[in-house]
C-alpha cells in the first residue's frame, strides 16, 4: 500500500483538462511544499513535470499545473492531448524515515 | 548533456548478491545529491537510498524495506553511484532508477532503469 493516495485512472478527450490528485497527512504533503509529479511512460525514464507544489521545469508545457489544499496535492492538464497519455506519480519528501513517499500513479488515458 | 546510465541488473536467486552501477555525465555526482528509486512489476515507485553529497557528509538513507542489506556508494573519481545488493528477496524484483536529487527535493535527472529479477 503506497504512502500517498492517488485515484488508479483517469481518463479525459483531446482538449479537455483533467486533475489527478493525491492525498497524504499533515507529516509529508500537509506539512511541506516539497510535493512533485512524474510523467511516466512505459519502458522510458520518469520525467518530472511540476515540482515544489506548483512550479514547472523549463521545457514542460504550461498545460500542467500543480496546486496543494491540506493534505491533497492535485496535478491537472489543460488542453489534454495524446502524448499526454501516461502514468502519473506524485511524491512528497517527509522528516519521516521513508524521506520520500510516493503515490501509487494514476494511469492517464486520452480517449 | 546530462546522461545516467544504469547496469548491473540481471536474474538472480534469493539471498544473492548484485551491485548496481549508474554512469553520470553532465554533473558531478560528488556534489549532488543521488537516489535509488524502484518499481516493481504492476507496482508504483518506491524510494530505496540516497547518498548526499561531499559537502554534506556523503550521509546515506534507506527505506525500511532495504535498511540493513542495500548499500548506497558512490565512486567520485569514476563519476559513478552504486547500489549493492544483498540477501535478495522475492519481493527486490524491480527496475531500478537512479535519479539526481534537485533542490527542493524532487527527482530532476533520472536513467533509464535496470531490472533486477529474483527468483529461484
Known amino acids: 500500500q503506497s504512502a500517498l493516495t492517488q485515484p488508479a485512472s483517469v481518463s479525459g478527450s483531446p482538449g479537455q483538462s483533467i486533475t489527478i490528485s493525491c492525498t497524504g497527512t499533515?507529516?509529508?504533503?500537509?506539512?511541506?511544499?516539497?510535493v512533485s509529479w512524474y510523467q511516466h511512460h512505459p519502458g522510458k525514464a520518469p520525467k518530472v513535470m511540476i515540482y515544489?507544489?506548483?512550479n514547472r521545469p523549463s521545457g514542460v508545457p504550461d498545460r500542467f499545473s500543480g496546486s496543494k489544499s491540506g493534505n491533497t496535492a492535485s496535478l491537472t492538464i489543460s488542453g489534454l492531448q495524446a502524448e499526454d497519455e501516461a502514468d502519473y506519480y506524485c511524491t512528497s519528501y517527509t522528516t519521516s524515515r521513508r524521506l520520500w513517499v510516493f503515490g501509487g500513479g494514476t494511469k492517464l488515458t486520452v480517449l | 548533456e546530462v546522461q545516467l546510465v544504469e547496469s548491473g541488473g540481471g536474474l538472480i536467486q534469493p539471498g544473492g548478491s548484485l551491485r548496481l552501477s549508474c554512469i553520470v555525465s553532465?554533473?558531478?555526482?560528488?556534489?549532488?545529491?543521488m537516489a535509488w528509486v524502484r518499481q516493481a512489476p504492476g507496482k508504483g515507485l518506491e524510494w530505496v537510498s540516497v547518498i548526499y553529497s561531499d559537502s554534506s557528509d556523503s550521509k546515506t538513507y534507506y527505506a525500511d524495506s532495504v535498511k540493513g542489506r542495500f548499500t548506497i556508494s558512490r565512486d567520485n573519481s569514476k563519476n559513478t553511484l552504486y547500489l549493492q545488493l544483498n540477501s535478495l528477496r522475492d519481493e527486490d524484483t524491480a527496475v531500478y532508477y537512479c535519479?539526481?536529487?534537485?533542490?527542493?527535493?524532487?527527482?530532476?535527472?533520472w536513467g533509464q532503469g535496470t531490472l533486477v529479477s529474483v527468483s529461484s
Open positions: 553532465g554533473f558531478t555526482v560528488r556534489s549532488n545529491y
Open positions: 515544489e507544489v506548483s
Open positions: 535519479a539526481r536529487v534537485s533542490g527542493g527535493w524532487y527527482f530532476d535527472y
Open positions: 499533515g507529516s509529508d504533503v500537509g506539512g511541506y511544499s516539497y
